[in-house]
Every structure is written in structure tokens, then in C-alpha cells.
């Protein structure tokens, strides 16, 4: 990077004066209540509920210098904690931190990459229902995930769903004082949801029922100080421990990068730049991979564009990125002023926190939605959701993303009709169903709507007219708007061509791009000279396709005639 350009990035992330105290303002609320989301997102992950804290001063700065999306905050999110999580689960609690820490460097180093490969695009290619699928089934893992702590039961299970009918079927395992800790901490969230106190409600769930605890002495309530030693003042940067890669974090990482760049493009739309400037999704990959790498220098855990913190930071009034910087500044502060009393806080009020998220987090008016939609639709969103609650988070992941490209192709496949058109009085054409079977010695003109790659291609050539059993029948397709056609759709009408000059017949291609006339030429595969014509496309729609009629019809003039000859 030039000197030039580092100053251009110095100049672009300076604090404007007139915002600065609205933006100070703003981040507070954010800081406070990401106190009581950073540790239960490190307990969804694992480890000791201070690198959630950690993460949550670290990734709002990091990524707030270098967003696009100028108010998106990045920090802890459910998803992506779990995701980690379960990639880590089977690590030695001992050294699941170091391993944890690599995992996040990983996954910010991919989103980075993604980000200067320009790879934002892609985003879109993952069906909506695969990701109403994803996430509701995270959500439901938490819930079930969350009932051992909530009421202080040792569950066993190989997934959360296991583990939470282990623990209604073993009502005696529950200890009450848990329970009513956790119930008591549902309750202030659910009281306070519609109130005024709303972005302190977490904070304010885990501070009276653990006061409770701390009162009664109830010491078989577990506490966050079980989980480890909780470091106080301001956490110091430390490099990840390379001897702990393995396929396992390196899968995590992958599946906690897809997670966070999926999951960050949403949070750009909803929450646009207050000055009309349009998001840059490449950007706000980098900003999200520029957060985790920096959270996990500071031993922090996987961050991303959070729904939840963003919504509070435009709410609290926010204006520029330094609302999202500030949060983490705060944070900073209150880690050095109150790190030490992290290790109070009662472990069932961290799973009330995470069971009342994931419950808000459920859509079900969407999944009912999709499930109305087809069956296309209904595959995703049930298969995405069982492979959710029944698989690692990484191979759910992949199953998502494989099977959006899946129905993409399937779609751009199935979702392809042929159509005749018959020239109408005005100079305009008449669309109508193509026939089953060419009639002899006549042009059919045909058009195409729907992609012509791969699948699509050969959709295409069950959906043609059968030339078999006809005399002499000549074809227009029409292939105007097709700027690329790949090899399948080059042997589609190598063979269609050659299936029409068995029967005296020919194929004329109208519409056609130069490119594309340069690549059927240049394969060798389509005899041009022969029973295939080219129409290359012209400034006025429908004069090549008229063109190649013309020549169509004098075609089918001449072979009329020949098969009239007596001599012939």
C-alpha cells in the first residue's frame, strides 16, 4: 500500500467533528449490552465467557475502520459462535482458547481474500430458503443446546437435541436454584422486551438473578469463574498457537467465513449509508475478515455484521462508523474497570439470554412462507434445518451452499420454455406453443427463455421440435441477448443440425452475438457452411431473426421444388 493511499484511508476514517458526540453517545448502549451477548456467545463457543468479551472491543474496531457499511457493527453473533463451537468441541478444553484463536485468523484471513478476489457477488447465489433453514435450525440448536445450563442438569448427547431430551427425561438431574435463576432471568428479558430498557434488558437479566445467587448462596449454581481464571484489565495481544491447526479448525473456519459473509450482506441492506452512498460488499468482507484477525490477536472469538448490535447503534442514533468504533472503545473501558466481576455471573442467566435471542430469532412467518412456495422451496428449508440439528455446523454449511448451487442449476434447468413465434401484421410476432413434431418442408421460428448453460442446454434439447418423420423442415432460433454459450450448448446444436439435415432439413441461428458466432465457427463442432446459418444480431430487434426467415423460407422454396422433380 502507498504512502498516497494510506493517508486517502486515514482521511476517509476520520472522526467528523460535528458527529463526534452523537457517535460517542450511540456506542454506549451498544457496549453495555454487548457485555451480557459477548459472554453468551463465548459459551456457545466453548470457552471461557471473557474472549466473547474480548472479541466485542476488538471487532466493532476493527472492522469499524474499515467497513463500507458505515454504521454495521461487527461482533459476537450466534451463528458463528456455534459454528466455531462445534469445529472445537472435541479439542482439549485446555487448549480449546489457542484453538479457537486460530480458527478466528483463518476465518478472518478467507474473508479477506474474498474480499480483494471481489467474491461479494456470490453472496446472492444462496438461496433464501437454504438460509431461512440455516438459521432457524441454529436457533433451535441453542434453545435445545441451552436447557442443561438453564437448569444446571448434566445432559449428555451427541447433538443439542439429544442433550435436551436427556434432560427432560431425567427431571431429577434439574437443580431447582439453577432453574429459578434461569427462569428468573427469562422473565426480566421477556418483561422488559417492550420497554424503554430494552438495550440494557440482557445486561439487567444477568445482574439481579445473579445478585439473587450471590445472596442466597447458592453455590450449586454455576457461575462463569467455573469455566477458568477471568484475566482482569485490558487484554494484551498474543499470536495464535500454529500447532493447533487441524482439518477440524480449518473446516470451522471455512464454514464460520460463509456464516459471516452471508450473514454481513443482509445486514448491509438493512442498514444503508445515511448519506446515500451505496455499500460496497467487497469492502465489508475485508472489514469483517480485518475484525476477526484482530479479535483473535486480542483472544478473541469469530465476529461478524451483528443484526442485533446494528439495530441498536442506528437506533441509538448513530452516524457515522465511529458509532461502531466508540462501542468497542467502551467495551475497552468497561473491561478494565469491571473484568473482575465477569466471574460472578450465574450460568443459567447466560443461557436465559441465549434461549430468549434464538427464540426472537425465529421466523416463522418466512418459513411459512417458503414452505407454501413449492417443492423446491420445501427441500431447502427442511433439509438445510434437519442437516442443522443433526450435523456439525460446518458440514450443515456445506450442505447449504451445495445445495444452493444445486437448485440454481436445477432451476436455471427446469425453468426454460421454448416458444414459436409467427410474424403478425405491424411488423411484430406472435407467440404460441412450439409443435410436438416439425411439419414438412415449412420454417418453424423458435425462441428461448431461461439459461442455455450446462443443464439448461440440454432442457433445451428435449424441448426442441422433433425433426424425425418430417420432409425437409427448417428451424430459426432465435438466440438474441446471449452474449456467452458454453461447450453443452455447442453440441446441442451440432447434433439438432445434424438431426435436421437427415431429413433435408436446416438450422439458422438469428440474434446472434459476435462473440458467440466467433465460437461456433472457431469450435468446429457446427458446420456454418452447411446445414447450419449464422444471423449475427443488429441494432434493431427482430431484423436478423426476419433476415434468417427469409433465408429459411427460399431454403424450403427450393427443396419443395426438388422433391417435385420427376428426375430427381
Not at 26 to 49: E, H, K, Q, R, T
Not at 225 to 240: C, E, S, T, V, Y
Not at 374 to 402: E, H, K
Request: net charge positive.
Amino acid at each position: 500500500m502507498s504512502a498516497r493511499s494510506v493517508l486517502r484511508w486515514l482521511g476517509s476514517v476520520r472522526p467528523e467533528r460535528r458527529h463526534l458526540r452523537a457517535d460517542a453517545v450511540a456506542g454506549l448502549p451498544g457496549a453495555i449490552s454487548s457485555v451480557p451477548d459477548g459472554m453468551a456467545c463465548a459459551v456457545l463457543a466453548g470457552v471461557n465467557p471473557i474472549h466473547g468479551l474480548y472479541a466485542s472491543f476488538a471487532g466493532p474496531v476493527g472492522g469499524g475502520l474499515t467497513s463500507s457499511t458505515r454504521l454495521m457493527v461487527i461482533t459476537t453473533t450466534g451463528a458463528a459462535s456455534l459454528a466455531a463451537g462445534s469445529a472445537i468441541e472435541d479439542v482439549n478444553p485446555a487448549e480449546r482458547p489457542q484453538a479457537l484463536f486460530l480458527l478466528t485468523v483463518i476465518a478472518g484471513a478467507v474473508m479477506v481474500l474474498a474480499g480483494v478476489a471481489r467474491l461479494g457477488r456470490y453472496t446472492r447465489f444462496v438461496s433464501h430458503s437454504v438460509m431461512i433453514g440455516f438459521l432457524t435450525g441454529i436457533a433451535v440448536n441453542i434453545v435445545f443446546g441451552q436447557l442443561a445450563d438453564l437448569t444446571g442438569a448434566e445432559a449428555g448427547g451427541e447433538f443439542a437435541v439429544a442433550k435436551a431430551i436427556d434432560v427432560v427425561a431425567h427431571p431429577s438431574r434439574i437443580d431447582l436454584a439453577s432453574l429459578v435463576t434461569g427462569l428468573a432471568a427469562l422473565g426480566i428479558l421477556i418483561g422488559l422486551s417492550r420497554t424503554r430498557l430494552s438495550a440494557v434488558s440482557a445486561l439487567v437479566a444477568l445482574a439481579i438473578p445473579t445478585a439473587g445467587v450471590i445472596i442466597a448462596a447458592a453455590d450449586r449454581v454455576a457461575r462463569v469463574k467455573d469455566a477458568g481464571d477471568i484475566p482482569r484489565g485490558i487484554p494484551l495481544p498474543q499470536l495464535p498457537d500454529l500447532s493447533q491447526l487441524s482439518a477440524s479448525v480449518v473446516t470451522g473456519a471455512l464454514a464460520v467465513a460463509a456464516i459471516v459473509l452471508v450473514q454481513g450482506s443482509g445486514v448491509a441492506e438493512a442498514a444503508p449509508n445515511r448519506d446515500g452512498t451505496a455499500s460496497n460488499p467487497n469492502q465489508d468482507f475485508i472489514a469483517q475478515g480485518t475484525g476477526n484477525i484482530v479479535s483473535a490477536l486480542f483472544r478473541g472469538q469469530p465476529v461478524g455484521g451483528s443484526v442485533g448490535q446494528t439495530a441498536i447503534n442506528r437506533a441509538a442514533g448513530g452516524r457515522t462508523r465511529w458509532a461502531a468504533i466508540w462501542s468497542g472503545l467502551w467495551m475497552l473501558a468497561i473491561l478494565a474497570a469491571f473484568s473482575g466481576v465477569v466471574g460472578l455471573v450465574a450460568m443459567p442467566t447466560l443461557a436465559a439470554v441465549l434461549i430468549f435471542a434464538a427464540v426472537r430469532a425465529l421466523r416463522f412467518a418466512e418459513v411459512t412462507s417458503i414452505l407454501r412456495t413449492g417443492l423446491t422451496s420445501q427441500i431447502a428449508v427442511v433439509t438445510t434445518f434437519c442437516a442443522t440439528l443433526f450435523l456439525p455446523v460446518a458440514a450443515a454449511v456445506g450442505i447449504g451452499v451445495a445445495l444452493s448451487l444445486l437448485l440454481q442449476l436445477n432451476q436455471e434447468a427446469m425453468d426454460l420454455k421454448v416458444v414459436q413465434l409467427s410474424p403478425a401484421p405491424g411488423d411484430r410476432w406472435k407467440e404460441q406453443p412450439p409443435p410436438k413434431r416439425l411439419p414438412n418442408h415449412r420454417v418453424t421460428v423458435l425462441d428461448v427463455y431461461g439459461s442455455l448453460f450446462y443443464a439448461g442446454s440440454r432442457t433445451l434439447q428435449v424441448r426442441l421440435p422433433d425433426p424425425v418423420g418430417a420432409e425437409a423442415p427448417t428451424v430459426v432460433l432465435r438466440l438474441r441477448g446471449r452474449t456467452s454459450l458454453g461447450a453443452t450448448f455447442v453440441k446441442v446444436v451440432a447434433e439438432y443440425s445434424a438431426a435436421l439435415e437427415a431429413v433435408g432439413g436446416r438450422l439458422y441461428l438469428s440474434g446472434v452475438d459476435r462473440e458467440v458466432a466467433d465460437l461456433l465457427r472457431r469450435t468446429g463442432h457446427v458446420d456454418v457452411s452447411g446445414p447450419v446459418g449464422i444471423f449475427e444480431a443488429t441494432e434493431l430487434v427482430g431484423e436478423s431473426t426476419e433476415q434468417a426467415l427469409r433465408a429459411a423460407e427460399t431454403w424450403a422454396v427450393q427443396q419443395r421444388r426438388g422433391t417435385s422433380d420427376p428426375d430427381r
